[in-house]
């Protein structure tokens, strides 16, 4: 029996070009190189320059997305953007994506919710897609998460990045088994009790102001790799497949010890994991397509491949994609 299946048709990243690292970060707070890579694995990381925004980085991964699908941006009906700083409180930041795109018909919203931004896009646009809604979905993560960050703060302003990454995800048609090619199956989830685990101080509606990451590491960690191989689990059950089917994993890059932990805990070998934190940094909703299109890029992701995405983020937030490239 044929069914609808939602196929990632075309990948695409980009990354501002001012890259900072962790020599240039020990000049302006109280860290140094040591510190920083053995607590996150982190060397340098990208920041948007002056006047660069949010919706500058994701209409750069969006056309970079477009030309490797090899569409005609017209097919696009909806716009999916994962971000936590978007230009304005509104509108929505995929608007402006769809302006410039030249697109005056169909959807374009954000999605809020943070690290896992990205990947409950993902699943909307498969929800979108299954149901009949939408044919052809771009869904970007981007961030200029530095512009959260409190510069004084050596235990958060380290970690984070800025980028942005995109997919291009078309309908295309099944056999409901998992050799199918595209979304075979996902898993969102959240939690508001843990949200003063990682946050940020300020809003429109409380301080009038943006704020700043407040984050309690240690809490994040212990919660980040319980929820995430739990998840993952979740997503072997759905389709009966096991740790030792996925041909590579590509987790949301927050932190190597929580990478290296989550892959342990599953059973994935570290040579399955692919791994950008190191010169990414977490660049939040970004961070799994950006992951992703690197692994594409340098041929380590084939058509064919089973392929696992995770995140999580303050909310808490979590959530899991599994599909056939």
């Known amino acids: 029996m044929s069914i609808i299946r939602s196929v990632v048709t ?64 017209q097919e696009i009906d909806t716009i999916i953007l994962g971000t936590t700083t978007p230009d304005n409180t509104f509108p929505a930041t995929a608007v402006t994506v769809q302006a410039e795109l030249g697109l005056h018909h169909g959807a374009a919203f954000d999605v809020q919710a943070v690290c896992s931004g990205f990947v409950y896009a993902l699943t909307i646009a498969d929800s979108f897609i299954r149901s009949g809604q939408s044919k052809t979905v771009l869904v970007i993560g981007a961030e200029t998460f530095s512009r959260l960050l409190d510069w004084n703060d050596r235990t958060t302003c380290v970690l984070f990045g800025d980028g942005a990454g995109a997919v291009i ?19 969102l989830h959240s939690d508001g009790r843990y949200k003063e685990k990682l946050y940020v101080d300020g809003g429109p509606s409380s301080t009038q102001t943006v704020g700043h990451v407040r984050m309690e590491g240690r809490d994040v960690f212990r919660h980040a790799v319980v929820n995430i191989a739990d998840t993952i689990t ?16 590509v987790p949301h890059q927050a932190n190597k010890r929580i990478l290296d932990g989550t892959a342990k805990r599953i059973g994935l070998p570290p040579e399955k994991v ?52």
């Open 10 to 73: 075309g990948c695409g990243s980009y990354l501002p070009a001012r890259r900072v690292t962790n020599d240039d970060l020990s000049k302006i707070v109280d860290t140094s190189d040591e510190w920083i890579v053995e607590r996150t694995g982190i060397h340098a990381r990208h920041l948007a320059a002056d006047g660069e925004l949010t919706s500058h980085m994701a209409l750069k991964a969006a056309r970079a997305a477009i030309a490797n699908a090899g569409i005609d941006a």
């Open 169 to 187: 995800v078309q309908a295309g048609e099944g056999e409901g088994t998992n050799a199918d090619r595209g979304i075979l199956t996902a898993h």
């Open 234 to 249: 979740e997503s072997l059950a759905a389709t009966g497949l096991t740790a030792a089917d996925i041909d590579w994993f």
């Open 274 to 325: 692919i791994m950008t934190v190191g010169e990414h940094g977490n660049t939040s909703a970004a961070s799994v397509p950006l992951a992703l299109d690197t692994a594409l890029k340098d041929g380590r992701i084939k058509r064919g491949n089973l392929v696992l995405l995770e995140a999580m983020g303050g909310g808490f937030t979590w959530g899991s994609v599994l599909l056939r490239w």
